[in-house]
Structure formats: structure tokens, C-alpha cells
């Protein structure tokens, strides 16, 4: 359960379908927000966490 | 001016939310939307900020309160209040009935382990539960006054 990784995949999972839901109407609108959202956030920390190696 | 179609486009015309539809928007995720007629979105923003709350206590975290000489507190605090009833029965699940009002403002204990893996981010789950749902309150806001559908 507290998986670093894992928690911060539901934090995003979670974020992204709130906005969907807040911000679109139609499914398909929802669908692309949402997987734009989570992508950014998932891939997003990922990277910034690879980056922060070089940061002391 | 007529009226743009979509969010909040047009002039305001002082047409306020009921108060009492607010309120209820903010005890209970969801319920704005719900009363609304927007079943389907409440009933996801319902499961989302209970599943945020619920992640965040399961792991440990702890409920911003109130403390003296700590002004970055009140911001974990408003941030946690934004759940609701959540927060106010997580808080009297910790302190107890009696502690909750005996220990009001600066001396409520909100509950979690300092020390667990999950403390931070467990707060992280707590602050963004409450801060998802205090949009919701604005958008059910912007609802019952015809900024939105």
C-alpha cells in the first residue's frame, strides 16, 4: 500500500478523472483530458524524478 | 451583452447560490452535484474524494489542525476542511467527542504517525481530497447560478 510508485500512479489516477469529470462534458472530450492528465502527471514525476539524480 | 455559451462568459447578473446548497456541497462530496440533477458527476466526485480521504488516513496521514505560532498550519487546515464531514468525523473518531471541543482551535490532534512511510504522502491524499472537493463547491456554484450546465 505504500509503494511509492503505486501511490503516486492512484494520486494521479484520481486527480485526472476529477478534472475529466469537472472541466469536460462528452465522454470522449473526458476520455482525452483525462488520459493527457494522467500521462503528464505518471510520465511527468517520472522523468522529474530521473532529473533530481543530478540535482545534489 | 448576451451571454457566451460555456463557462462563465457572460456579465454577472448577482443571481447567488442558496447557502444551504453550498454547504451541503461542502459536508458531503458529491451532493451538489447530486441535488442538482447531475447524478453521474456526483457520483464520481463522491468516489473520488472519499477514495483520496480515505487512502490518506490508510496510510497514516494527518489531518491538518490548527497550531500556535505555525501560520502554515491554517493553510493544511482550510486545505483539510475542504472534506467536509469527513474531516469532521475523522477528527472526532481521534479526539474524541469531548477532546474535539475541549481541544478547539490550537489543541486537536489529527491523528496519523509522524514516523510511517506513508505520513507525507498520506497528507498529500488529505489536502488534495479537501481541495478537489472546495471546487466542487464553486462549480456547484456556478451551476445553480446558470454560469455552467
Known amino acids: 500500500m505504500v509503494d511509492h510508485l503505486f501511490l503516486m500512479l492512484w494520486h494521479a489516477l484520481l486527480v485526472s478523472v476529477f478534472f475529466a469529470f469537472l472541466w469536460r462534458r462528452s465522454s470522449r472530450?473526458?476520455?482525452q483530458l483525462f488520459g493527457k492528465a494522467f500521462l503528464i502527471m505518471a510520465v511527468g514525476s517520472v522523468v522529474l524524478g530521473w532529473l533530481m539524480y543530478a540535482v545534489p | 451583452m448576451t451571454k457566451d455559451s460555456g463557462r462563465g462568459g457572460g456579465e454577472p447578473d448577482g443571481k447567488k447560490a442558496p447557502p444551504l446548497l453550498l454547504a451541503a456541497a461542502w459536508l458531503v462530496p458529491g451532493i451538489g452535484h447530486w441535488?442538482?440533477?447531475?447524478?453521474?458527476?456526483?457520483?464520481?466526485f463522491f468516489a473520488v474524494v472519499v477514495c483520496a480521504f480515505a487512502?490518506?488516513?490508510?496510510?497514516?496521514?494527518?489531518?491538518?489542525?490548527?497550531?500556535?505560532g505555525e501560520p502554515f498550519s491554517w493553510l493544511a487546515t482550510i486545505a483539510c476542511l475542504?472534506?467536509?464531514?469527513?474531516?469532521?468525523?475523522?477528527?472526532?473518531?481521534?479526539?474524541?467527542?469531548?477532546?474535539?471541543?475541549?481541544?478547539?482551535?490550537?489543541?486537536?490532534?489529527?491523528?496519523?504517525?509522524?514516523?510511517?512511510?506513508?505520513?507525507?504522502?498520506?497528507?498529500?491524499?488529505?489536502?488534495?481530497?479537501?481541495?478537489?472537493n472546495l471546487l466542487l463547491v464553486l462549480d456547484v456554484s456556478d451551476i445553480a447560478r446558470g454560469e455552467k450546465d
Open chain 1, 29 to 31: 472530450d473526458r476520455l
Open chain 2, 35 to 44: 441535488i442538482l440533477g447531475k447524478r453521474r458527476r456526483a457520483l464520481v
Open chain 2, 55 to 68: 487512502t490518506g488516513v490508510t496510510i497514516n496521514g494527518e489531518l491538518g489542525t490548527p497550531r500556535p
Open chain 2, 82 to 132: 475542504g472534506n467536509g464531514l469527513l474531516y469532521l468525523v475523522r477528527l472526532a473518531w481521534v479526539n474524541g467527542l469531548s477532546g474535539l471541543l475541549d481541544g478547539l482551535p490550537f489543541g486537536l490532534n489529527g491523528g496519523g504517525d509522524p514516523v510511517s512511510v506513508g505520513f507525507s504522502y498520506g497528507n498529500t491524499f488529505l489536502y488534495t481530497g479537501g481541495l478537489m
